[in-house]
């Protein structure tokens, strides 16, 4: 799949973009299916992105009531610590939201990691009014990052979540963070409409270059195995962490302002 770049000047331009992007993806989904399934994600570039959705005209161009919020992963930690990215997108956008409590579905991280990651599976079976889990939910949008070793959600390098073909949701133990997570699985990413990779900082400049190159082993980077059956997969890129994507494809770029 030929992925799918738009290179902003800065993290600023790239969070509007991505707010219009959330909109637009929203507003197509209440209209032709009645309500909006949608993945967060946790770090500073989202937190943009939220912050811009605070923005009074752009919170009027959804009906919330229709709109579900869910999170590709999440820290074992409690809600209302400050490395939680529920606790992240409460005080960044969800507070100032007309949406209904019922509406916003996080992880139970409360609970021991395995039972949080079960419980999930488990809402997101209520939620999408699914039989069974013969089948993953099938979100409108799913927003994602990448770390610097090419992690996505918290499917990292060398994870056993990575292999997952039947969970949806999975914990997973870090070791190098020697932390918990829970994450969606590969399944559940791959079966979205729409998916978006936000992307900013020189620190990811080289490995998003490997992740995008045509060359590269496929697989080598977890980011590479977000691969969605819909082939509606975005990279949203600030030029610092696509200064090596311009180097090497400077003919080929184009930019958005």
Known sequence: MKPKLRIFPDREALAFAGAHHFLSIGQA?????????????????PKLLFQ?????????ALNWDLVHIFWGDERCVPP???????RMAREALLDDLPIPA???HRFLTELPPEEAARQYEKELQASFGLPDTTRPPVFDLILLGMGSDGHTASLFPGTTALDEQERWAAAVYVEKLDAWRV????PVLNAARDVLFLVSGEAKAQVLQDVLAADEEVGKFPAQLVQPGSKRLYWFADCQAAAQVLISRRPQVHWHV
């Open 29 to 45: 989904a209440i209209l032709h299916r009645g309500r909006f399934m949608v993945a967060f994600s946790g770090g500073t570039t």
């Open 52 to 60: 811009r959705l605070r923005v009074t005209r752009m919170q009027d």
């Open 80 to 86: 209302d610590d400050a490395e939680s990215n529920y």
């Open 102 to 104: 019922a509406n916003i």
């Open 183 to 186: 994450t969606l699985t590969l």
